[in-house]
């Protein structure tokens, strides 16, 4: 085991397995995990999960340990209810799958209809209940632990990249209300019970109403007092009654399941989920103990073409989720991450409190070099000059090409799509081959393709390209990152936070969320000890928090004392 392996294993075990790691790149963390839970398995704990954020990195752990079970959620599978239409199992009201021929017995691994073919989206989860270790995404752990409760408190686990549990809990409990869903449902609901469709209508009628209050073609948070009112609305609604009345008519084929499965998904919600998205609204306002844990905002459009179906929407954005993930932790809960950050914020964001410590690297610093140039401009929306981002942006171009013509390629990572764009632009001026999705292109095949030689730069956002994007071996060594991924000031969320915390106290988790956000990009070509890469962050905004955000191991590699020209010299010399 490696040095770093060890003392994990030494915190872990100190800790009674409740733990939180920051280990530097290469440690391989994948491995302490396992060991962890390996272990709680022979003692015949369980049950045992590690819990990752994304389906790639649940399939990356089944490789590097087989015996290991893994468990997707319903959109990785086909629904076989429907075997003449291209339908995943997320799409289908789950209200249906009890009484499908393909659906496994969770009990006792049948089939209902001997000699069907069985789902395989429950067919994988009866495997999963009869494993030792499940391997999953942070969204599946956190439905079937909330709101299905498929297993019980787990005895272990271990979160891998927790810096990313709050957003994606975030992600998975946000949703949104529709007018066009919302009439669908109203027309199907008249033939089901019709008290329930004229209910659901003067919802509908009120939500319009409310959102054509606020401007056209941007988000708009909605006032205290209206969200009070559409909850006044869905409280008539008896859906204890529904939900007895669509199954009786699904019962009794009076719903077309094959043409009506997205209304019935719609309804399914509204009939079994309404309590919950109930409270969500609820949540989006203050309340005597406590400022709003959700926000809610509206968003529509003067005028919608054929081809477009939705004109008026809902948007309802969980926030403050620390709790909920506190909920679901195991009394064992080993969480790391190559980015903790402050962790005071890390738990504020997440919940997860436990013993924090950071571990060394034995990565030789010499391999690597941050530069913070000392002539390029802050791009802050109040401090650029209407021209900076694009002069800059051409200064980029050309460094890629002087990286080119001595055989290095470079991954340049932007926040909008706008300034992706805008550089694409500009190496084509430059003569240099740059890379990047759009156009039905998708973002991991175009990386893919760069992997495997092709191209001069490789070109992304923040979102696509930021995180879970492994260059290794100099694939590219050199990585451009442009500016902090600080919200928009008109953005609803943004707007949230100041209205949230008076005191200012939301910069500390905005600079906290966007220094993870730049150790993470720092850390796209250097993936082990032997990696050699150099990181150049444009902005001067950069300047007031990264050489503070950077572990002490790698401190001595900061340099912001050369100018953007002197910063590619420098580079060479490591490089060679």
């Not at 075990?13 to 709680?40: H, Q």
Request: charged share 25%.
């Amino acid at each position: 085991m490696k040095p770093n392996q060890v003392e994990a294993a030494e915190l872990i075990e100190k800790n009674d397995g409740r733990v939180t790691l920051e280990l530097p790149t290469g440690t391989g963390k994948t491995a302490i995990g396992y060991s962890f839970l390996k272990d709680m398995a022979k003692m015949r704990q369980g049950p045992l999960f590690y819990v990752v954020p994304t389906k790639t990195l649940v399939d990356q752990v089944v490789r590097l340990h087989p015996d290991l079970t893994p468990a997707y959620g319903r959109g990785e599978f086909p629904c076989l209810y429907y075997p003449d239409q291209e339908i995943r199992a997320d799409q289908i009201p789950t209200i249906l799958c009890p009484g499908c021929d393909h659906y496994i017995d969770q009990a006792t691994g049948k089939v209902n209809i001997p000699g069907a073919k069985p789902c395989p989206y429950y067919l994988q989860k009866h495997q999963a209940k009869q494993s030792k270790i499940v391997v999953c995404t942070m969204a599946f752990y956190l439905f079937t632990q909330l709101f299905s409760k498929e297993w019980e408190e787990p005895a272990g686990l271990v979160l891998d990249e927790a810096h990313r549990m709050a957003e994606v809990v975030r992600s998975v409990l946000s949703y949104e209300i529709t007018d066009y869903h919302l009439w669908r449902a109203c027309d199907l609901l008249s033939s089901i019970d019709e008290d329930a469709s004229a209910k659901l209508e003067r919802f509908a009628n009120m939500m319009i109403h409310i959102i054509k209050r606020k401007p056209a073609h941007r988000g708009t948070l909605l006032e205290d007092f209206e969200i009070r009112e559409l909850i006044e609305l869905l409280d008539e609604i008896d859906t204890s009654s529904l939900e007895r009345k669509l199954n009786k008519a699904i019962a009794d084929h009076a719903v077309d399941l094959k043409a009506e499965h997205e209304v019935l998904k719609q309804i399914s919600v509204i009939a079994r989920d309404l309590r919950r998205y109930m409270r969500s609204l609820e949540y989006s306002v203050p309340e005597k103990s406590r400022q709003p844990l959700n926000y809610t905002y509206a968003y529509y459009e003067e005028e919608i073409g054929e081809q477009k179906k939705v004109q008026h929407r809902l948007v309802i954005k969980a926030y403050y989720v620390a709790p909920i993930i506190e909920r679901i932790l195991s009394p064992r809960t080993v969480a790391y991450s190559a980015t903790i950050g402050n962790q005071q914020v890390f738990e504020y964001e997440t919940g997860i409190r436990a013993p924090f410590y950071t571990l060394g690297s034995d990565f030789p610093v010499k391999n690597t070099r941050i530069f913070m140039p000392t002539d390029t401009p802050n791009l802050a929306v109040k401090a650029r000059n209407r021209q900076d981002r694009t002069k800059v942006l051409r200064r980029v171009a050309k460094a890629c090409h002087t990286f080119k013509k001595k055989g290095h390629r470079s991954l340049v990572v932007v926040i909008s799509n706008e300034e992706r764009e805008k550089f694409l632009l500009l190496c084509e001026e430059e003569k240099v081959a740059a890379l990047s999705y759009g156009n039905g292109k998708p973002a991991k095949e175009v990386a893919a393709k760069f992997r495997d030689g092709a191209g001069d730069v490789l070109v992304g956002t923040v979102r696509q390209y930021g995180e879970g994007l492994d260059l290794p071996k100099q694939i590219a060594p050199i990585i451009f990152m442009l500016r902090p991924g600080y919200p928009r000031p008109n953005d609803p969320g943004t707007q949230f936070e100041e209205r949230r915390f008076t005191n200012g106290n939301v910069w500390a988790i905005r600079n906290w969320r966007v220094m993870i956000e730049a150790l993470q990009v720092r850390g796209r070509n250097i993936r082990s000890a032997d990696d050699l890469g150099v990181t150049f962050f444009i902005s001067q905004q950069f300047r007031r928090f990264l050489l503070g955000s950077l572990p002490k191991w790698l401190e001595e590699a900061y340099q912001g004392g050369f100018t953007f020209e002197e910063g590619i010299k420098e580079a060479m010399k490591v490089l060679k």
